[in-house]
């Protein structure tokens, strides 16, 4: 059985959304070249996943669900295994949509000049509702290093109608005279912080200078507890496993000691509200 997702594990340019669809497409497509799923080996491939993305919520929450419905069965009957798949998108394929609903009745976005910062599939949906209201804020978007994958958002963005412009976050003072608001995605939320990508927490401090109001536009999916997930499992969540050296040096170095990560929390209380499909808070 050849390892499904090498293609996503190289992937570090996109969200959990985005991630999790990826994976989704690629047991479907596992699906259509079986006539039945070896559970054993299919369980094995997906604990290296989720070890590799540790802190993606939607992913967890996705393949915890999968692992039950595979249960103790040696082997599974496709039409069953893509049904289940199928079955799951279906029940979430609106709460993005809701979510940024939710957001748009309680916060004023026309004419809104909105910073935004990496790349996430909430905040496409998002401004795909923008456009399909005729609503136009101007984005203000972040390179997002160090894999700049905030270039990706700002050409999706510009891609349905939006004028946008580039910056990188480390200059955000610069631009804070004409910017109105921020609006971040999250990979995890829990009772007091939630977790980003980096950049996010100095990003929200320069705001809060600045006296200008911080949205986080997730979904009840990304919600975690510790007494629920259990401690070690929790802990889990905030592990990250450390990103390729050479994204942070031009030129290989042997003697000096390179530390690339993507994610850090951000405290809850230096956000202004936080939306979900069905609530706010």
């Given at each position: 059985?050849?390892?499904?997702?090498?293609?996503?594990?190289?992937?570090?340019?996109?969200?959990?959304?985005?991630?999790?669809?990826?994976v989704q497409e690629a047991l479907l497509a596992y699906g259509r070249s079986k006539k039945k799923i070896n559970?054993?080996?299919?369980?094995?491939?997906?604990?290296?996943?989720?070890d590799h993305f540790p802190h993606f919520a939607l992913l967890f929450h996705f393949l915890?669900?999968?692992r039950r419905f595979l249960g103790?069965?040696?082997?599974?009957?496709?039409?069953?295994?893509?049904?289940?798949?199928?079955?799951?998108?279906?029940f979430y394929e609106h709460v993005q949509q809701k979510a940024a609903e939710n957001l748009l009745r309680h916060v004023p976005l026309s004419g809104k000049n909105i910073l935004l910062?990496?790349?996430?599939?909430?905040?496409h949906r998002l401004?795909?509702?923008?456009?399909?209201k005729n609503i136009s804020p101007v984005v203000w978007q972040t390179?997002?290093?160090?894999?700049?994958?905030?270039?990706?958002?700002a050409e999706t963005l510009k891609g349905f109608g939006f004028e946008v412009h580039v910056f990188h976050e480390d200059a955000v003072s610069k631009f804070m005279d004409g910017i109105d608001l921020a609006v971040f995605g999250a990979d995890l939320l829990w009772e007091e912080s939630?977790?980003?990508?980096?950049?996010?927490?100095?990003?929200?401090?320069?705001?809060?200078?600045?006296?200008?109001?911080?949205y986080v536009l997730a979904e009840s999916r990304k919600q975690i507890s510790p007494t629920k997930t259990g401690r070690r499992r929790f802990q889990l969540f905030l592990k990250e496993n450390a990103k390729p050296p050479g994204e942070l040096s031009l030129t290989p170095q042997t003697d000096i000691a390179i530390h690339n990560y993507y994610f850090e929390t951000i405290p809850l209380d230096l956000v202004t509200q936080v939306f979900l499909e069905e609530r706010s808070f």
């Open positions: 059985m050849d390892y499904l997702f090498d293609k996503i594990l190289k992937d570090n340019f996109s969200g959990s959304g985005k991630i999790l669809l990826q559970t054993e080996k299919l369980l094995r491939q997906l604990d290296v996943l989720e915890h669900a999968l103790k069965e040696i082997f599974t009957d496709i039409a069953s295994f893509t049904t289940f798949i199928r079955q799951y998108q279906t910062h990496s790349n996430s599939s909430a905040i401004f795909g509702v923008l456009a399909a390179v997002s290093s160090p894999a700049n994958e905030g270039w990706k958002q939630f977790l980003n990508k980096v950049g996010t927490l100095p990003i929200t401090l320069v705001f809060r200078h600045f006296n200008k109001p911080v």
